[in-house]
T-cell receptor
Framework: EAQVTQNPRYLITVTGKKLTVTCSQN?????MSWYRQDPGLGLRQIYY???????DKGDVPEGYKVSRKEKRNFPLILESPSPNQTSLYFC????????????FGPGTRLLVL | QKEVEQNSGPLSVPEGAIASLNCTYS??????FFWYRQYSGKSPELIMF????GDKEDGRFTAQLNKASQYVSLLIRDSQPSDSATYLC??????????FGAGTILRVKS
């Protein structure tokens, strides 16, 4: 089954404690992306990757890091989480941006205390 | 001005009616346009994409694009209660950066 998986699905942490949210896709997609979704603001792109070792900033990259060492994996790293990073996070992958369907993972709900 | 604007709704329509969802965007260089549906507590799923002016139909859904007016819309014919969801408009500005609107809540009343 074609899918994007994220772990963990729910996470409560404290300010400053480094965390990683994993994302994996089994569709051999080149394009992967991370979004955060906040009420009234919609989905905002954090980082995206066109292929292995190729990443670029989206609209809200501050406070986040990503890496793409393998095609299937695209982890999101919060080196020092702060309460304003409390949000719902989605990973997505696509075979191509212009016409390709973007598949979203199930989401990770993060609460930073 | 937001890059992609949608009326937050909720838009309420009776079952069987046509639901019309609208989206405007600010960047004239935008290349392709997407409509996603998101049920409460779920992840977004793609309904349609369009990149040429005019209409594109897929079953009960029709996407309309007018680049001169910087306007894209989604029509849902014969609306069903199962269509009740948040509809997200997304715009590819080029360079593979996708910008989403905040979404329109649609409620279909039976």
């Amino acid at each position: 089954e074609a899918q994007v998986t994220q772990n963990p699905r729910y996470l409560i942490t404290v300010t400053g404690k480094k965390l990683t949210v994993t994302c994996s896709q089994n569709m051999n997609h080149e394009y992967m992306s991370w979004y955060r979704q906040d009420p009234g603001l919609g989905l905002r792109q954090i980082y995206y990757s066109m292929n292995v070792e190729v990443t670029d900033k989206g609209d809200v990259p501050e406070g986040y890091k990503v890496s793409r060492k393998e095609k299937r994996n695209f982890p999101l790293i919060l080196e020092s989480p702060s309460p304003n990073q409390t949000s719902l996070y989605f990973c997505a992958s696509s075979g191509g941006m212009i016409t390709g369907t973007q598949y979203f993972g199930p989401g990770t709900r993060l609460l930073v205390l | 001005q937001k890059e992609v604007e949608q009326n937050s709704g909720p838009l309420s329509v009776p079952e069987g009616a046509i639901a019309s969802l609208n989206c405007t965007y600010s960047d004239r260089g935008s290349q392709s346009f997407f409509w996603y549906r998101q049920y409460s507590g779920k992840s977004p799923e793609l309904i349609m994409f369009i990149y040429s002016n005019g209409d594109k139909e897929d079953g009960r859904f029709t996407a309309q694009l007018n680049k001169a007016s910087q306007y894209v819309s989604l029509l849902i014919r014969d609306s069903q209660p199962s269509d009740s969801a948040t509809y997200l408009c997304a715009v590819n500005k080029g360079g593979n950066k996708l910008v989403f609107g905040a979404g329109t809540i649609l409620r279909v009343k039976s």
